[in-house]
Nanobody
């Protein structure tokens, strides 16, 4: 049984930092499609940082470039999202997801269809106050 468990969310003031973690069990991130996504109230889910299968390029949403960093610890089977210079617009539920399904489609940029990836965590809330 596959389980992705996010942690590290919380409430911070604008300009602050958080580091999200996502540990997997029953599944190995390896070089599978994997990434971080977020959904704010009333908005569609969007990709924040993601990597395609067998690809080393980390794709970032324009809104987080230069502030967020995706990383991975293969030994711990965990992916991370370091978030710096947080803004109130970053407030959202953040999800870890992996294993792209079907045809290759953009993981960042347009809203993401949850069906595009096979495994999702339950999310961790990030709230940024001004």
């Amino acid at each position: 049984q596959v389980e992705l468990v996010e942690s590290g969310g919380g409430s911070v003031q604008a300009g602050g930092s958080l580091r999200l973690s996502c540990a997997a069990s029953g599944f190995t991130f390896g070089t599978h499609c994997r990434g971080w996504f977020r959904q704010a109230p009333g908005k569609e889910r969007e990709g924040v940082a993601a990597v395609y299968d067998n690809d080393n390029v980390i794709n970032y949403a324009d809104s987080v470039k230069g502030r967020f960093t995706f990383s991975q610890d293969y030994a711990k089977n965990t992916v991370y999202l370091q978030m710096n210079s947080l803004k109130p617009d970053d407030t959202a539920m953040y999800y870890c997801a992996a294993y792209c399904v079907g045809v290759r489609r953009p993981l960042v940029g347009p809203p993401i269809d949850a069906a595009a990836l096979g495994f999702w965590g339950r999310g961790t809330q990030v709230t940024v106050s001004s």
